[in-house]
């Protein structure tokens, strides 16, 4: 029987890229997800689904006893950094807990190999707004937390068994499968491409600029923004890496670029043709000024080149799937 892959959270947004660009690539693929924020049309292959939820460790023990998982993608997770601040337990529970779960089924059925969703919030605030995979990492809400406490219980599993890790922190991620056949659902998401891409639809009254004061070239936040195709391949790279004797690591997952919210809101209003209204209001809590990657690494270590890396294609892909979703009927 050759290896097959288990996938969590396959049916949310990024992890459905993942298994896709995975299936065509000839991997076999077997999707675990509680389809809390997912959705099963998302698997547009026909792969397995096992709907469960990560802590129910019965369910799990029983997906790896009837599958030989050789590698572990966890996607699975509580993705709300502010949400994270009023709901803390629910993000340890959910993120740390539950990965601590999986990571000791993983030891008792011996997976090689485990890619981990981590996320630029490890870093909190980067000194000049700038992060390299050693910068100090200093999250500042308990969704970073959470996240940094797993790659540390699986930096420490992986010491101590025959385990490889990678994790990739994920910088701002945004657009769509080119052929809009997936993309960001969540009814309730906060992402600046998103919410503007929603506006110029008419689906929102207005989209808020939080902070025009802050010490970047035009007051507005700034952030790498990275094509969700760029980030998914970025696995599949991560997976070669590690069949390939790669050492265990975190590497960043951006462009080393940033771009201004005034930025992609123009770019919006040109993609979209929609001259929406846009109103200034007070920093939101917890922002930073700028985030943006030291991108190297994963370039050097896996090859992995960015093939969409262009904020105009980005906000193009999100525009299309946006206005297609807009047209479905309400699930
Ligand atoms: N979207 C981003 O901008 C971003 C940035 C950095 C890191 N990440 C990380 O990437 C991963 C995927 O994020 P996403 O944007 O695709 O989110 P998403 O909400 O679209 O996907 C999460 C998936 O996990 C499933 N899930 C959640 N809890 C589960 C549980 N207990 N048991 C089983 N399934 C469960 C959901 O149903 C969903 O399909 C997360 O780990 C997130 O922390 C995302
Ligand atoms: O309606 C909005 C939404 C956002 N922003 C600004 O746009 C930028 C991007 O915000 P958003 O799209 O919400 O992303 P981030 O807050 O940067 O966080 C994302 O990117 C992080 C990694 O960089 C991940 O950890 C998080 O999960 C993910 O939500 C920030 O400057 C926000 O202040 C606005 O001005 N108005």
Known sequence: ???????????????????RQLSESGHRVV????????????LVNGEELILADLSDTAALNDAFQSHRFSTVLHFAAAIIAPESVSLPLKYYGNNTRNTLGLLETCVRHRVKRFIFSSTAAVYGFPE??????????????????????????LRDTCAAHDM???????????????????GQRTPEATHLIKVACQAALGMRERIAIYGTDYPTPDGTGVRDYIHIE??????????????????PTAMNVGYGRGSSVREVLNLVKEVSGVDF???????????????VARAERIGELTGWKPRHNDLRGIIADAWRWESKLAALPKQ
């Open 1 to 19: 029987m050759s290896e097959t892959i288990l996938v969590t959270g396959g049916c949310g947004y990024i992890g459905s890229h993942v298994v």
């Open 31 to 42: 999707v675990y997800d509680n389809l809390s924020t997912g959705f099963p049309n998302a």
């Open 128 to 153: 000049g707004g700038v992060a390299a995979e050693e910068s100090v990492l200093a999250p500042i809400n308990p969704y970073g937390t959470s996240k940094l406490m797993s790659e540390w219980m």
């Open 164 to 182: 490889k890790y990678v994790a990739l922190r994920y910088f701002n991620v945004a657009g769509a499968d080119p052929l809009a056949r997936m």
């Open 230 to 247: 760029d980030l998914a391949s970025a696995h599949l790279h991560a997976l070669t890496y590690l069949e390939q004797g790669g050492e």
């Open 277 to 291: 209204r846009v109103v200034e209001e007070d920093r939101r809590p917890g922002d930073p000024a700028s985030l």
